[in-house]
């Protein structure tokens, strides 16, 4: 069964941090590109980075210099640190495979709102 939890998410003042986490089931974990996708309000779900088994990452443009994506394989978990935090940043963020459709199983999300 594929789980997907995601954590850390909260309020944050303009130019701050935060560390998203994302603990996962190893089937998916451990052979697949993870990435971390956000949804703002009234918007599509966007990827913002991904992280391959290998470690290669790639980031939004939105998201370059400023989040680094990470992965644990001794715990399944994905993270996002996210510096800088800009108010366009908030969002429900989630996790999942870099290729995971609309009709795949999503967790919960975290939720980030960047205001002052």
């Known amino acids: 069964q594929v789980q997907l939890v995601e954590a850390g998410g909260g309020l944050v003042q303009p130019g701050g941090s935060l560390r998203l986490s994302c603990a996962a089931s190893?089937?998916?974990?451990?052979?697949?590109?993870m990435a971390w996708y956000r949804q703002a309000p009234g918007k599509q779900r966007e990827l913002v980075a991904a992280?391959?088994?290998?470690?290669?990452?790639n980031y939004a443009d939105s998201a370059k210099d400023r989040f680094t994506i990470s992965r644990d394989y001794a715990k399944n978990t994905v993270y996002l640190q996210m510096n800088s935090l800009k108010p366009e940043d908030t969002a429900v963020y989630y996790c999942?495979?870099?290729?995971?459709?609309?009709?795949?199983?999503w967790g919960q999300g975290t939720q980030v709102t960047v205001s002052s």
């Open positions: 190893g089937s998916i974990f451990s052979i697949n590109t």
């Open positions: 999942n495979t870099a290729w995971a459709s609309p009709y795949d199983y």
């Open positions: 992280i391959a088994t290998g470690g290669r990452t």
